[in-house]
């Protein structure tokens, strides 16, 4: 493609118009093969992938098995317009890039076109240069409005430290609730798989609200229970064996601030029931005190169960839930996500690249197409450790994405025909503890019952023996 005035700003584009074309997958849809070949002759040697179709109904088809990052669409298609095609998709909410083409000289089509997110449009019969200059205008629009949309993230994490990176429908409704709820007084409950940003979120409607303490977490899953009040509560000194001083809890760091409570299922129920105090009165007493202190504190929780199942199977108290769960928002798991997992990639790629010292890898659409099948059992946090791994590699690893039967952490015992399922079920409970390393908490989370039902059992079992 010929420049019609060769300064050094159009050779610069024009390199960098075929960096992105090399690595760009283009759909072209018009009903007459004349039309068709043309443009398959042109691009179909300087693009990552060309495809045709000759109606809406074809290239939708193409679209939902390929993510194509231009479409090239002639107006007037039999059946189904590549107007009314386009104006779906966006009611979709699919905003690909388009660029019209017609052989009418219709200006009020032009507009609708325009109006209806067009990129450009373009009038038949056309040259081959004219094509390219189109295409160039759209494709570097669309890297600069890809690199604006990443600044802007960096910018908010920066400013609100949260990394909260997104804009999928599911993701756009997590922010919009977070934002609504970040000024306010109340209760927070964040549910979610792991790996998906729960704690990330936590800081991010911290960093937006009014208050001016800190922001505390604790993953109640690490603490055995005997330590959960010294924890949350502070204790003086000598109120038990191991108090050799005075000792703050974490209530008393986030004063006018924010407490996070991560995993909050795994809390015993005495602690329950004392955080259900403290959230009535507002008042703490450390262990071994007498008195009690005053403290301003705002509880977002989180969970990787449903927050509404909390309270099923005696796992969580129904005051201290209620008390909890004034605002639930939930985290999309990755594969839910669409384009974020693109958005994501490239964030943590520039990020990674910046703090490693190594140059960013530029990946293949074969590569694009791979994230995007795959479905990210780890969610965010597998994805960061891929784009690490990649920076490494200098390629998207071979052993990556590949998606793996779930492993049982331990083996069919083969049960007797002849025990009772009293006999079965301890048995399996005890395979569970065994695998975990007894940790009750994590054997409760596995088994999908409350800690204080397990303890009970194993209590009723040692009666027995």
């Not at 669409?73 to 083409?101: A, K, Q």
């Not at 399996?428 to 204080?452: F, M, P, Q, T």
Request: aromatic fraction near 6%; charged fraction near 25%.
């Amino acid at each position: 493609m010929q420049s019609l005035n060769p300064t050094t700003n159009d050779v610069s584009d024009e390199l960098e118009f075929n960096r992105l074309l090399r690595s760009a997958a283009i759909l072209v849809v018009d009903d007459e093969p004349g039309m068709r070949n043309f443009l398959k002759r042109a691009l179909e040697n300087r693009c990552a992938l060309l495809e045709v179709a000759g109606s809406a109904e074809e290239a939708e088809a193409l679209r939902l098995r390929i993510h194509f990052d231009l479409l090239l669409v002639d107006i007037r298609l039999p059946g189904l317009s590549g107007l009314d095609w386009m104006e779906r998709l966006r009611e979709r909410g699919v905003r690909t890039h388009v660029i019209y083409m017609t052989a009418y000289a219709d200006l009020d089509m032009a507009i609708v076109a325009l109006r209806n997110g067009a990129d450009d449009f373009i009038m038949k019969p056309f040259r081959t240069e004219q094509m390219f200059m189109s295409m160039q205008r759209t494709l570097l629009r669309r890297q600069i409005l890809r690199e604006n949309s990443l600044l802007r993230l960096q910018l908010r994490q920066i400013q609100n430290d949260d990394g909260i990176i997104g804009e999928s429908a599911g993701m756009v409704d997590v922010l919009t609730l977070a934002q609504r709820a970040a000024p306010t007084q109340s209760a927070v409950i964040i549910s979610g798989e792991a790996g998906t940003g729960k704690a990330l979120l936590a800081r991010a409607i911290h960093g937006m609200s009014r208050r001016s303490g800190a922001f505390v977490s604790l993953n109640c899953g690490t603490l055995q229970p005997d330590r959960f009040e010294a924890e949350l509560f502070g204790h003086v000194q000598g109120a038990f064996a191991e108090a050799t001083h005075t000792r703050d809890g974490l209530f008393l760091h986030a004063d006018k601030g924010t407490l996070f409570l991560d995993e909050i299922d795994c809390l015993p129920d005495a602690v329950q029931v004392k955080l259900v105090s403290v959230l009535e009165e507002g008042l703490v007493r450390p262990l071994g005190s007498t008195q009690s202190v005053p403290v301003d504190v705002r509880i977002i929780s989180a969970t990787t169960r449903p927050a509404d199942s909390l309270t099923v199977a005696e796992s969580f108290r129904h005051d201290l839930y209620y008390r909890l769960n004034v605002m639930p928002i939930k985290m999309p798991p990755l594969r839910d996500r669409g384009n974020d997992v693109q958005l994501l990639f490239n964030f943590f790629m520039d990020r990674l690249a910046a703090e490693l010292r190594v140059d960013a890898v530029e990946l293949l659409h074969s590569d694009w197409e791979r994230l995007q099948r795959y479905p990210w059992p780890g969610n965010v946090r597998e994805l960061r450790n891929v784009v690490e791994r990649t920076l490494m590699l200098g390629e998207l690893p071979n052993d990556s994405l590949q998606p793996q039967a779930e492993e049982t952490p331990w083996s069919d015992p083969g049960y007797p025909l002849d025990w009772t399922v009293e006999s079965v079920e301890r048995a399996h409970i005890e395979a569970v503890l065994e695998s975990v390393n007894n940790n009750k908490s994590a054997a409760a989370r596995s088994l999908g019952v409350s800690r204080k039902t397990l303890e009970r059992k194993q209590a009723l079992w040692q009666r027995e023996d």
